[in-house]
């Protein structure tokens, strides 16, 4: 039996976790830590990275996650009105990397790298046939591991909706947070031959280009029409929407070519402004297909998919843990979700236990 579990059975050792509670606050709660299960791991995580765009959707007064205002239906597949799907307090996170701090098996001893989708928590535990899928390789940091079990899948998962049709092509993508970044790197080693990024905010433009991205300002500029007059009408058949912007998914709508294709990644919130399908959506034909990693792409599933995106990473095809992070205690969880209100400032709050 390993120390913390010895300690865990006199309940002298808890765990830290992030909630949510009912008022839309953010905080740290210690929660006690019972005995490892048989055919189980436990994790001490490294690290753990918050996502700037689901995350943040249930966070405030106003939160506008629609699992917090409407009734989903998992057999048909839709929101109704009715009693809220999520209540709080809400633990979350999918974004992680840490050690085994204690197994049954041979061959997962203590101090052995793993990467996963647990949540912002100090301990977790994984089946041992999970934790043997999801090794961290000894090339890649924790860094590196916190985005191999969703972050990069969600990116492959988006660029295989394109149907390969951005290869030997220009293609664009909107929104230069995380998944944009990311994505833009799995286009390009994909076949795209050159990747716009599109944002409005320049220090997010300058970490686009550092990642071989060219950046290009939508405040001010059309970036559609300048687009369109350097390839032509014909010139970019796929473009990426990144942001969660429905003002941005129009300009993707209108960049790319007749029966082009849009493949939406973000996470639309409330209804959608600025969108107008009476245009170039309906004169051109085009596409629109979400990318969500809810909806695998029939080539994929999900550990094959990962494998994909680990390889990526080993390759050095595309910078994950070198994207900016600024660094929080988990007990600062609340400032680092204000960090995330400053787009300029902060790209992913990372939070250390």
Same mark, same amino acid.
């Given at each position: 039996?390993?120390?913390?579990?010895?300690?865990? !059975?006199?309940?002298?050792?808890?765990?830290?976790?992030?909630?949510?509670?009912?008022?839309?606050?953010?905080?740290?709660?210690?929660?006690?830590?019972?005995?490892?299960?048989?055919?189980? &791991?436990?994790?001490? %995580?490294?690290?753990?990275?918050?996502?700037?765009?689901?995350?943040?959707?249930?966070?405030?007064?106003?939160?506008?996650?629609?699992?917090?205002?409407? %009734?989903?239906?998992?057999?048909?597949?839709?929101?109704?009105?009715?009693?809220? %799907?999520?209540?709080?307090?809400?633990?979350? @996170?999918?974004?992680?990397?840490?050690?085994?701090?204690?197994?049954?098996?041979?061959?997962?001893?203590? @101090?052995?790298?793993?990467?996963?989708?647990?949540?912002? %928590?100090?301990?977790?535990?994984?089946?041992?046939?999970?934790?043997?899928?999801?090794?961290?390789?000894?090339?890649?940091?924790?860094?590196?591991?916190?985005?191999?079990?969703?972050?990069?899948?969600?990116?492959?998962?988006?660029?295989?909706?394109?149907?390969?049709?951005?290869?030997?092509?220009?293609?664009?993508?909107?929104?230069?947070?995380?998944?944009?970044?990311?994505?833009?790197?799995?286009?390009?080693?994909?076949?795209?031959?050159?990747?716009?990024?599109?944002?409005?905010?320049?220090?997010?433009?300058?970490?686009?280009?550092?990642?071989?991205?060219?950046?290009?300002?939508?405040?001010? !500029?059309?970036?559609?029409?300048?687009?369109?007059?350097?390839?032509?009408?014909?010139?970019?058949?796929?473009?990426?929407?990144?942001?969660?912007?429905?003002?941005?998914?129009?300009?993707?709508?209108?960049?790319?070519?007749?029966?082009?294709?849009? &493949?939406?990644?973000?996470?639309?919130?409330?209804?959608?402004?600025?969108?107008?399908?009476? !245009?170039?959506?309906?004169?051109? @034909?085009?596409? &629109?297909?979400?990318?969500?990693?809810?909806?695998?792409?029939?080539?994929?599933?999900?550990?094959?998919?990962?494998?994909?995106?680990?390889?990526?990473?080993?390759?050095?095809? &595309?910078?994950?843990?070198?994207?900016?992070?600024?660094?929080?205690?988990? !007990?600062?969880?609340?400032?680092?979700?204000?960090?995330?209100?400053?787009?300029?400032?902060?790209?992913?709050?990372?939070?250390?236990?």
């Amino acid at each position: 039996m390993s120390l913390t579990d010895r300690l865990a !059975e006199r309940g002298e050792i808890g765990g830290r976790t992030v909630r949510i509670t009912e008022s839309g606050a953010v905080e740290c709660h210690v929660y006690p830590l019972g005995p490892l299960a048989p055919g189980m &791991v436990r994790i001490r %995580t490294e690290l753990s990275v918050i996502s700037p765009g689901t995350e943040m959707t249930y966070i405030g007064r106003n939160a506008s996650n629609p699992y917090l205002h409407k %009734t989903w239906d998992p057999e048909l597949r839709i929101f109704t009105p009715g009693t809220p %799907t999520q209540d709080y307090p809400i633990v979350f @996170g999918y974004r992680a990397a840490g050690t085994i701090d204690a197994s049954g098996d041979a061959d997962l001893p203590p @101090g052995t790298r793993v990467f996963g989708r647990w949540r912002h %928590t100090e301990f977790t535990t994984l089946p041992i046939a999970d934790a043997r899928a999801q090794l961290l390789p000894k090339e890649l940091s924790f860094e590196d591991g916190a985005d191999l079990a969703q972050m990069l899948p969600i990116a492959v998962n988006a660029v295989a909706y394109a149907e390969d049709r951005h290869a030997g092509s220009p293609t664009v993508v909107f929104g230069c947070g995380p998944v944009g970044l990311i994505l833009g790197q799995v286009a390009r080693a994909t076949g795209a031959t050159t990747v716009y990024a599109v944002d409005r905010v320049p220090e997010r433009l300058a970490i686009a280009k550092s990642v071989g991205l060219v950046p290009l300002d939508a405040a001010g !500029e059309d970036v559609a029409l300048r687009l369109k007059r350097l390839h032509g009408a014909d010139g970019i058949p796929v473009a990426f929407e990144c942001s969660g912007s429905t003002r941005a998914l129009n300009d993707a709508i209108r960049v790319v070519r007749r029966r082009g294709t849009v &493949v939406a990644v973000g996470f639309y919130q409330g209804e959608a402004a600025g969108l107008f399908l009476g !245009e170039e959506f309906h004169h051109n @034909g085009v596409e &629109v297909r979400s990318g969500q990693i809810g909806n695998l792409h029939p080539r994929w599933e999900i550990r094959a998919l990962r494998a994909f995106g680990v390889d990526l990473a080993r390759r050095g095809a &595309v910078v994950l843990g070198g994207l900016p992070r600024a660094t929080f205690r988990v !007990e600062q969880v609340a400032d680092a979700f204000e960090g995330l209100k400053r787009p300029a400032e902060v790209l992913q709050a990372r939070l250390s236990y």
